[in-house]
C-alpha cells in the first residue's frame, strides 16, 4: 500500500471532523424547529418581553410605595400583556427543561391575575404581597434558566 493510500482515509476522517464540530458547538437544542433566523427572531422578541416585564415591575414597585392605583394598573396591565407571545420563548441555559420554563410562564400569568384583582379592589397591602409572589416566579426563572 502506498503513502498515497494510507492518508486518503485519513484526510477523510479529518474532513468529517472538520465539518461536523460547528454543527455540534450549537448544540441540537437550538435548532429543532425552524432556521437560524427564526430563532434570532424569537429571541429579540423574548428579549423585548424581559424589557417590558421589567419595565412593568419598575412601575409596580413605584406605584405600591406611592399608593398611585393608575399607575399600579398600568403596570400590571403592561406586565399582563408582555406574557403574550411566550409560548415560542426559549431559556437561555437548561434548554431540556423548557417546560418547567413555560410552566413559570403560566404561574406568571396566574399571579398577574392576582395582582389585577389585588389593584382592581384598590387593597394596597394584598397587591404588594401579589407582586411580591410574582417577582417569585422572576427569581426562579433566573435562577434556574439565566443566571
Sequence with gaps: M???HRAIP???LAGILFLAVPATSHGPAEHKEGTHADHEVAMKSQHE???NFKEAAEMLADAIIHNAPKLAH???EKLDRSLDGHEKDMPHKNRARVKEFHR???????RTGNLKAAI???DLPRS???YGRILEICAACHRKFRD
Design 74 to 76: 398600568d403596570g400590571a
Design 120 to 122: 382592581k379592589a384598590d
Design 49 to 51: 418581553r424581559m424589557a
Design 128 to 130: 404588594a404581597v401579589a
Design 2 to 4: 502506498t503513502i498515497f
Design 104 to 110: 413559570l410562564y403560566v404561574e406568571l400569568g396566574k
Design 10 to 12: 485519513i484526510f477523510v
